[in-house]
């Protein structure tokens, strides 16, 4: 993770230093813990604003200051993982190992690894099992399903390693979903689908795990997508909504059909927004990690 600076300088240059956090270790670990419930006991104590806003600082400044996410390392030519305890994660006994966005405190969340020269997903259970045999070009992680490619064509992947999209498109598209604040019209990330496209045809994916293959001429994707906004499309020069079996329900049987329509459902409508970054930061603050 990288700190980013930048200096303004009269001679009209811009310098800009790229400093890289620290990772956290298991002393860094104690302390933030120990801030932690010093903060949570100035509020329930209901201590003076000045200690609660002081302890609350004193948390985050080691919360900011540090890298908390698990991280790779290279030892004898190949890429190990490890968290911030030194626990090893996935040995090292891949060439490469991906992006490691796992979910917070779950351990059967693959990340990709390579293998040969071939991709694969594998476990951050300690041994690095195979849950995706290595057999693809290139594997991109997208929330909670991974993009696979091989030989030029693209399929999703669960976490389970499960081929829920087949690897025959010819393209495969993130179209994130927000919602917005109706008081300040501010958005913010909710979920997201999957666009497939296979010929002049396309089809969607949703988080659900709701696949309906290439069947439409278009599918109507805003630019912003807004939760439980129903998909329009079109096929066959009629304009309509997309449905669970690849029909076009016709935007006049809309209500008839309301059930079997696919919607952008978002899962975070409770929430402000969602930081995976902080809740791994507050899943070791509360010894959930």
Known sequence: MFLLMVYYIPSRKIIVYKMEKPHAHKEQLLKMQKLYAEYKSAVANKLPDEDVEASRIAFYDICDNYDWMDYVVEENGCEKLVNIKDELLVPAKYERLGCCCGKVNDRKFPISAMSDGKWGLVLPDGEGSVVLGFDYDEIESFDKFFVVSKSGRKGVADKKGRLLVPCNMDDVVFRPIFITNEDDGHSWYDDCMFELRSGDKVGVLTMDGQYVKPSYDEILFSEILETDEA???????????????GKLVPDEDFEKYEDKLIYAKGRYSHRSSYNYELDVKMGYAEGKM
């Open 231 to 245: 998909l329009g499309a079109v096929l066959d020069g009629r304009d309509g909504c997309v449905s669970v079996d």
